[in-house]
């Protein structure tokens, strides 16, 4: 099984900074990496798709990039909405496995 | 509107059984292969079982192998899964989600979510 390892696990940031969320699998995925935001009680929403490519309807503040075995997800300027937490998946080769998560707190 | 409803869940004793569905609309459905993917309480994500759109390749994840069975009727635009043996560990919130294809599969849209609860 393909293991996917998030950094970090938590993080508190300001409105306007920038944030950036790693994803490490645990051998070559290519671009076969998703990455999506999950509200308290809600769905997961996907935000990124194919490692880089913006899901429609998507804040074009939010941007991915990476392949083979290292991603990262970047917010360029933090807003208050953006409180979550966030998973990255990976779809190269089954079973399907997500990272643990990062806890995306507003300061 | 592009959507996904679910229904079935509940609260069941170990040992037990429980079907979830996930009606889907505003797409055709046959076209997409879907997926079933739970978090326990607390918890992250975990995949647990994905249904081709052919119909021809059903997966699993080890956790739940010989115990569920997922399903689908393309004519009803349903997703099914039948789950027998229900454990405590089972206890989550399943959520149904489509797979789409752009080179790449991601799951773009997904159900609300019902939740399952395994306990004596």
């Known amino acids: 099984d393909i293991q996917m390892t998030q950094s970090p696990s938590s993080l508190s940031a300001s409105v306007g900074d920038r944030v950036t969320i790693s994803c490490r699998a645990s051998?070559?995925?290519?671009?076969?990496l998703n990455w999506y935001q999950q509200k308290p009680g809600k769905a997961p929403n996907l935000l990124i798709y194919?490692?880089?490519s913006l899901q429609t309807g998507v804040p074009s503040r939010f941007s991915g990039s990476g392949s083979g075995t290292d991603f990262t997800l970047t917010i360029s300027s933090l807003q208050a909405e953006d409180s979550a937490t966030y998973y990255c998946?990976?779809?190269?080769?089954?079973?399907?496995?997500f990272g643990q998560g990062t806890r995306l707190e507003i300061k | 509107e592009v959507q996904l409803v679910q229904s079935g869940g509940g609260l069941v004793k170990p040992g037990g059984s429980l079907r979830l569905s996930c009606a889907a609309s505003?797409?055709?459905?046959?076209?997409?292969?879907m997926n079933w993917v739970r978090q326990a309480p607390g918890k992250g994500l975990e995949w647990v079982s994905s249904?081709?759109?052919?119909?021809?390749?059903?997966y699993y994840a080890d956790s739940v192998k010989g115990r569920f069975t997922i399903s689908r009727d393309n004519a009803k635009n349903s997703l099914y899964l039948q789950m027998n043996s229900l454990r405590a560990e089972d206890t989550a919130v399943y959520y149904c989600?489509?797979?789409?294809?752009?080179?790449?599969?991601?799951?773009?849209?997904w159900g609300k979510g019902t939740t399952v609860t395994v306990s004596s």
């Open positions: 989600a489509r797979d789409n294809w752009g080179g790449y599969f991601y799951m773009d849209v």
């Open positions: 505003g797409f055709t459905f046959s076209n997409y292969s």
């Open positions: 249904f081709s759109s052919s119909s021809s390749y059903k």
């Open positions: 051998q070559s995925i290519s671009s076969h």
């Open positions: 194919a490692a880089s």
């Open positions: 998946e990976q779809c190269h080769s089954t079973p399907i496995t």
